[in-house]
């Protein structure tokens, strides 16, 4: 669990980085072609008056649309520097909380283990104690019948004198 967690969140960090550079850099792309077009609209214009008038006009829009376009740039891969930031930040938390939370876990299952283990062996110790205990009365129980028996026979055998040695 731990590592597909690990894994699980290193893809996501991936794909969110990966996407947040495919937007930045289409939004770059789409920046610069703007800009582009409106250097290329506003020289062609330029090119069309040639009054002083208009090529100051036209200077002064061109500038204020490369500002304007810069400024939206520069915004956007804030913006996306900001939301990458975020989503790393929210991941490694994910993942901290994940391995914590395995951890916790881990630590529960080993404690209720040796819990069952030590439980197990505390009752097969009782068992056997009194399987051994149990089986002592038996044999000595034997051997005492064995002995009455054995002292019987003997008897019977020699007319109930004197025990044989």
Same mark, same amino acid.
């Given at each position: 669990?731990?590592?597909?967690?690990?894994? /699980?969140? #290193?893809?996501?960090?991936?794909?969110? &980085?990966? /996407?947040? #550079?495919?937007?930045?850099?289409?939004?770059?792309?789409?920046?610069?072609?703007?800009? =582009?077009?409106?250097?290329? /609209?506003?020289?062609?214009?330029? *090119?069309?008056?040639? *009054?002083?008038? +208009? &090529?100051?006009?036209?200077?002064?829009?061109?500038?204020?649309?490369?500002?304007?376009?810069?400024? &939206?740039? =520069?915004?956007? %891969?804030?913006? !996306?520097?900001?939301?990458? =930031? $975020?989503?790393?930040? /929210? !991941? #490694?938390?994910?993942?901290?909380?994940? %391995?914590?939370?395995?951890?916790?876990?881990?630590? +529960?299952?080993?404690?209720?283990? %040796?819990?069952?283990? *030590?439980?197990?062996?505390?009752?097969?110790?009782?068992?056997?104690?009194? $399987?051994?205990?149990? !089986?002592?009365?038996?044999?000595?129980? +034997?051997?005492?019948? $064995?002995?009455? &028996?054995?002292?019987?026979?003997?008897?019977?055998?020699?007319?109930?004198?004197?025990?044989?040695?």
């Amino acid at each position: 669990r731990l590592t597909n967690n690990i894994s /699980l969140n #290193i893809k996501r960090l991936t794909n969110n &980085i990966s /996407l947040n #550079i495919k937007r930045l850099t289409n939004n770059i792309s789409l920046n610069i072609k703007r800009l =582009t077009n409106k250097i290329s /609209l506003n020289i062609k214009r330029l *090119t069309k008056k040639k *009054t002083k008038k +208009n &090529i100051s006009l036209n200077i002064k829009r061109l500038t204020n649309n490369i500002s304007l376009k810069i400024k &939206i740039l =520069t915004n956007n %891969i804030s913006l !996306n520097i900001r939301r990458l =930031t $975020n989503n790393i930040s /929210l !991941n #490694i938390n994910i993942l901290t909380n994940n %391995i914590s939370l395995n951890i916790k876990r881990l630590t +529960n299952n080993i404690s209720l283990n %040796i819990k069952r283990l *030590t439980n197990n062996i505390s009752l097969n110790i009782k068992i056997l104690t009194d $399987n051994i205990s149990l !089986n002592i009365r038996r044999l000595t129980n +034997n051997i005492s019948l $064995n002995i009455k &028996i054995l002292t019987n026979n003997i008897s019977l055998r020699w007319g109930g004198g004197d025990v044989w040695v």
